[in-house]
């Protein structure tokens, strides 16, 4: 099966780069990339460009969640960023392609900290507006749900307030169907136009409390495989299964 997969992988061709970026940070639409090619460090382990963290590929997957602490990163480059999101789907394959509905944290050089949402291949990712308070140090829960292939809702909560971010999927916005095979665990080197953003020092991530609903019940990222990233601009992370459920990763 894991072989199966490293072939879907490497068949899977994404459109992930496109639109120019805009001249400022503020009104940058990033675009966050689905996976693309991959290719085989080991019998349970992926080498991507910009994608690393847990990924599981299963049958009927409704709902993706996990928690992260916001790590502490301040005094590097405002344009260095790191976006870490639950998802589902868009690793390639299928007659679905790279769809995929996500949401989660952008964090960047200089401390800043966005929360977002994004239903791939949409232009570019879309951001809360509602004033949220969040900072280095909170426990952040993500939850992404498909009430069908094409509609759903994301969550963000931060558990240290209690307050919660909600975004709901309608099929106006959802101009691809999900094929539901995958749930994703994920930090990434999002793109700008043509390019990907340099990742900030952020020492570890680690997803924990990770679950996810699919066709044949309730399993963990404990079940899918590793994703390490080996990228441009020196973006390197390292990812390894961390027990009860966690996959840690550590920029190197």
């Not at 994404?14 to 990033?30: E, W, Y």
Request: charged share 10%.
């Amino acid at each position: 099966m894991k072989s199966n997969i490293f072939l879907t992988f490497a068949a899977a061709l994404s459109n992930a780069l496109g639109v120019a970026a805009a001249p400022s940070r503020a009104s940058t639409r990033a675009r966050l990339s689905s996976l693309g090619q991959s290719s085989a460090a080991g019998p349970n382990t992926l080498t991507n460009t910009h994608w690393s963290g847990g990924l599981l590929k299963t049958r009927g997957v409704t709902n993706v969640q996990g928690s992260f602490v916001i790590p502490s990163v301040s005094g590097q480059d405002p344009n260095d960023s790191v976006a870490v999101w639950v998802g589902i789907d868009g690793a390639g394959g299928g007659n679905c392609g790279n769809t995929l509905m996500q949401a989660g944290i952008l964090i960047f050089g200089d401390g800043s900290i966005q929360p977002w949402y994004e239903w791939w291949p949409e232009e570019s990712i879309q951001y809360f507006n509602e004033n949220w308070d969040v900072a280095a140090g909170d426990n952040i829960f993500m939850q992404i749900t498909a009430n069908s292939t094409t509609s759903g809702v994301a969550t963000l909560t931060n558990q240290r307030t209690n307050q919660s971010l909600t975004h709901y999927f309608t099929p106006r916005e959802s101009p691809g169907a999900l094929c539901e095979v995958y749930a994703d665990w994920i930090v990434e080197a999002i793109s700008f136009g043509n390019s990907f953003a340099t990742l900030p020092d952020f020492g570890t991530i680690t997803f924990t409390d990770t679950l996810a609903n699919t066709a044949s019940g309730t399993v963990t990222a404990d079940s899918g495989d590793i994703i390490n990233m080996s990228g441009y601009q020196n973006n390197n992370v390292n990812c390894r299964h961390a027990g009860s459920g966690s996959v840690s990763c550590t920029r190197v």
